[in-house]
């Protein structure tokens, strides 16, 4: 075990060693161009005439057709062939780090950030490279996906001077910040098999949670799945309660059955959620503990409500909203004039 | 756009919503972007590829969601904003069929600079694809 230990920390030296590194220039293909650009605008639909209509562009401070800035990293980028880059370029490998980890068996990569800053817009005919620097390597994390390392590298972009760098130094024209999170799987899967023929690919749809429902709590969701907001009562006593369970809190009866609230009420407290995010719920998120006018309450959604104007006190009318093709019905509540 | 005004610094406000915007994710959107950035990774424009990666379609790949988050503030800050910083992280995956839905919100006004930040999401399907932060000057 400790040989195992010490092994991991000569590998781990190696790549801590190498933070900092700078690689050298990565050239571009191809100039800064206008048929690049406008197909780009195309696809993305942007539609700009900065970029595109050389009468409009000359009318601003660059005079004439610049690059989309989010296409920066675009232009250097080796094509088709993987690693083929233009003459001039660099024959070391910036993300040789990422080589290394995957010799010890953090295998798989995702792309985390991608901050791009920009110094100045890039005009047709501009030749842009760039150089790369090892910025940092992570402590080991574990997250969702896996253990491994965050990877930080950064990417400075300029526009060479032509003739050999007369007139000064090349421009900076930009940076892009790239972290990614290379990994050991936490749950290595199988691909997935193909579907055949012209089935409809199987993109996973992200459900809401279902609520676990007993015999005690059953009456509550075929209710709201009838459009009913039903509540429990003690046939003994008459108490109302909520949420549901089997006894009584009044007089301990086992015997109960239901009435069918009103739907009005009030906020008697409320939450709203902002982080984490969690599929597929939209946020900010309010829920509400509604006092219904019955006297119980109980937690909901709060529907067609500004985050920043709820007030506890607000008069509230439940409706029913269907999710995921109808298997889940919930009641929510929206505000209603007092 | 051409007859689209530029947003003015001073008629911006800290907390202002800009414009949903949903963006339908389709094969060509995801292919032809990729491309369109020189980026000829399989798992971009071959479905076959893609499966083998265990990914249940093509996926799209970083350079057009920054082009879309671009497209996103640009159609409402105006043709003359300019870019200071397009900042992002990234989340699920946008597969073909899906449609990712961008909000934001102005989350910072610098006087000095006329520059203001934009906070935004892309939500799609299985939640963020993408959040971040955008800066642009404006007149």
């Known amino acids: 075990m400790r040989e195992t230990k010490l092994a991991e920390q000569d590998w781990m030296t190696e790549v801590r060693a190498m933070v900092g590194r700078e690689y050298g220039r990565v050239y571009a293909w191809d100039e800064v161009n206008a048929p690049m650009i406008r197909q780009w605008c195309e696809i993305m639909g942007v539609e700009n005439p900065l970029y595109t209509d050389a009468t409009y562009a000359a009318t601003t401070e660059f005079g004439a057709i610049v690059a989309p800035p989010a296409m920066l990293q675009a232009w250097c980028l080796e094509g088709l062939h993987p690693n083929n880059y233009p003459p001039g370029s660099t024959t070391e490998n910036p993300y040789e780090v990422l080589r290394l980890m995957e010799g010890q068996g953090y295998q798989s990569v995702v792309a985390v950030n991608s901050d791009l800053t920009f110094e100045r817009y890039v005009k047709v005919g501009e030749k842009l490279y760039y150089t790369t620097r090892l910025d940092a390597v992570g402590e080991q994390k574990t997250t969702a996906l896996g253990t491994g390392y965050f990877v930080t590298l950064i990417m400075s972009f300029f526009s060479e001077k032509p003739n050999g760098g007369e007139g000064g130094q090349d421009d900076k024209v930009g940076e892009l910040l790239f972290r990614v999170f290379k990994f050991r799987p936490a749950n290595a899967q199988p691909a997935a098999e193909a579907p055949k023929g012209d089935a409809a690919p199987a993109v996973p749809k992200i459900k809401r949670p279902k609520p676990g429902i007993s015999d005690d709590t059953r009456f509550f969701w075929e209710g709201a799945a009838a459009g009913k907001l039903l509540i429990q009562r003690c046939k003994c006593c008459g108490t109302l309660r909520h949420p549901p369970g089997p006894v009584c809190t009044k007089c301990h009866s086992f015997e109960w059955d239901t009435v069918e609230s009103g739907g009005t009420g009030s906020i008697y407290s409320f939450v709203v959620m902002h982080y984490p995010e969690v599929p597929p719920f939209d946020y900010p998120n309010p829920v509400g503990l509604i006092e219904l006018d019955e006297g119980v309450r109980l937690i909901a959604g709060l529907v067609g409500v500004k985050r920043n104007e709820i007030t506890i006190g607000q008069r509230v009318q439940v409706e029913f909203q269907a999710f995921d093709d109808g298997e889940l019905t919930l009641p929510l509540f929206r505000p209603v004039a007092p | ?139």
């Open chain 2, 1 to 139: 756009m051409t007859s689209k005004n530029t947003r003015r610094f001073d008629e911006v406000r800290a907390g202002e919503a800009l414009p949903e915007l949903a963006i339908p994710i389709t094969v060509p959107l995801i292919a032809g972007g990729a491309i369109a950035t020189r980026d000829y990774f399989p798992g971009h424009h071959d479905a076959e590829a893609a499966r083998k990666l265990g990914s249940p379609h093509i996926f799209m790949n970083i350079l057009t969601t920054s082009g879309l988050v671009q497209r996103y503030v640009e159609e409402w800050a105006g043709p003359g904003a300019r870019f200071g910083a397009l900042k992002i992280k990234l989340g699920a995956p946008n597969y073909p069929g899906d449609t990712m839905t961008f909000t934001g919100e102005v989350s910072g006004c610098n006087a000095d600079k006329r520059s203001v930040e934009v906070t935004l999401k892309g939500k799609n399907s299985m939640g963020n694809h993408v959040t971040g932060t955008v800066a642009v000057v404006l007149p």
